[in-house]
């Protein structure tokens, strides 16, 4: 009788490391899938912003200042995503904007919206109007790379 019952504590051992380790591998999978899918999602809302906007003004795009930034070795200007809140063509500041310090250097200088110092995406668009990011931080793949780089927001 001894010997069955400790048989039983080994299965429960078992059947605990089994849940224990399950468990956080389907949650690293989730995790993995999600957040390119969380990143792809906003590309294509700020996309179709994006020529919601320049079809409304004229051929215009909505960037932030004058200057041009240069991501994966192409000339690109930073989108206005302000811009794009005032005229509801998103439903809110996407939360993988970065907040840089200084003036027209990040999504949110351009008007009344708020980016966030510990995200990590900049989005920005190349003269044809196609939407690109570049990730900021330690935490990203590749910096200064379109795409999304390991790291949401």
Same mark, same amino acid.
């Given at each position: 009788?001894?010997?069955?019952?400790s =048989?039983?504590?080994?299965?429960?051992?078992?059947?605990?490391?089994?849940?224990?380790?399950g468990? =956080?591998?389907?949650?690293? +999978?989730?995790?993995?899938?999600?957040?390119?899918?969380?990143?792809s999602? =906003?590309?294509?809302?700020? +996309?179709?912003?994006?020529?919601?906007?320049?079809?409304?003004?004229?051929?215009?795009?909505? #960037?932030?200042?004058?200057?041009?930034?240069?991501?994966?070795?192409?000339?690109?200007?930073?989108?206005?995503?302000?811009?794009?809140?005032?005229?509801?063509? #998103?439903?809110?500041?996407?939360?993988?904007?970065?907040?840089?310090?200084?003036?027209?250097?990040?999504?949110?200088?351009?008007?009344?919206?708020?980016?966030?110092?510990?995200h990590?995406?900049? =989005?920005? #668009?190349?003269?044809?109007?196609?939407?690109?990011?570049?990730? #900021?931080? +330690? +935490?990203?793949?590749?910096?200064?790379?379109d795409?999304?780089?390991?790291?949401?927001?």
């Amino acid at each position: 009788m001894k010997r069955l019952k400790s =048989w039983r504590w080994v299965v429960f051992i078992v059947l605990l490391i089994a849940v224990v380790f399950g468990g =956080w591998y389907f949650t690293t +999978q989730m995790i993995r899938t999600e957040y390119p899918q969380a990143w792809s999602d =906003w590309r294509a809302k700020l +996309q179709d912003a994006v020529t919601d906007y320049r079809n409304a003004n004229n051929g215009s795009l909505p #960037i932030v200042g004058s200057g041009a930034v240069i991501v994966d070795g192409e000339e690109q200007y930073i989108i206005d995503i302000c811009a794009l809140v005032e005229l509801n063509l #998103i439903p809110s500041t996407p939360a993988s904007c970065a907040s840089l310090p200084g003036a027209a250097d990040d999504n949110c200088d351009g008007g009344e919206c708020y980016c966030y110092e510990e995200h990590h995406y900049l =989005w920005t #668009i190349d003269p044809e109007g196609s939407v690109h990011s570049a990730c #900021i931080g +330690q +935490q990203c793949d590749k910096s200064d790379a379109d795409g999304y780089q390991g790291v949401w927001p």
